[in-house]
């Protein structure tokens, strides 16, 4: 089987640190349940550096300081699925966090990566 996260295009290592909004990545994602069921992670290649990048996002209750999943800030009660998880991803904006400190990174980066933040078309099941 085909690793969907697998790229031809090397990690960048050396592209600049900048916070820019790439629109929707045209690379694939996966996505899948956490360990204890509380959230999903969605993995990938960033479409800015084409680092590996993975983000954990915890169900939470709004107002906690918790980052909970759309469907839950929409006022859905937990376990829509994991088909409606993953589909509410695609309203998110996510964030290159490959964990390589680009050139030009800030300290007070909140994310560890190249800056890029994109959306999602679709996320496959992992």
């Known amino acids: 089987m085909t690793d969907p996260t ?3 295009v090397p990690h960048a290592f050396d592209t600049a640190y900048a916070e820019q909004h790439l629109g929707t ?3 694939r994602f996966t996505g899948r349940r956490t360990a204890d069921g509380l959230g999903v992670v969605l993995e990938g290649r960033c479409p800015g550096c084409q680092g ?3 983000t954990e996002y915890r169900r939470g209750v709004p ?6 999943l759309l469907s839950w800030l929409k006022g859905e009660q937990p376990g829509p699925g994991l ?16 964990g390589h400190p680009h050139p030009l990174m800030p300290g007070d980066a909140v ?3 190249c800056g890029a933040s994109w959306r999602v078309a679709a996320v496959d099941p992992a």
């Open 83 to 98: 088909a409606g998880d993953l589909a509410a991803l695609a309203d998110e904006w996510h964030y290159c966090e490959c």
């Open 25 to 27: 990545a045209t690379t």
């Open 111 to 113: 994310f560890v990566g």
């Open 63 to 68: 107002g906690s300081g918790t980052k909970g």
């Open 52 to 54: 590996r990048t993975r």
């Open 6 to 8: 697998a790229s031809a």
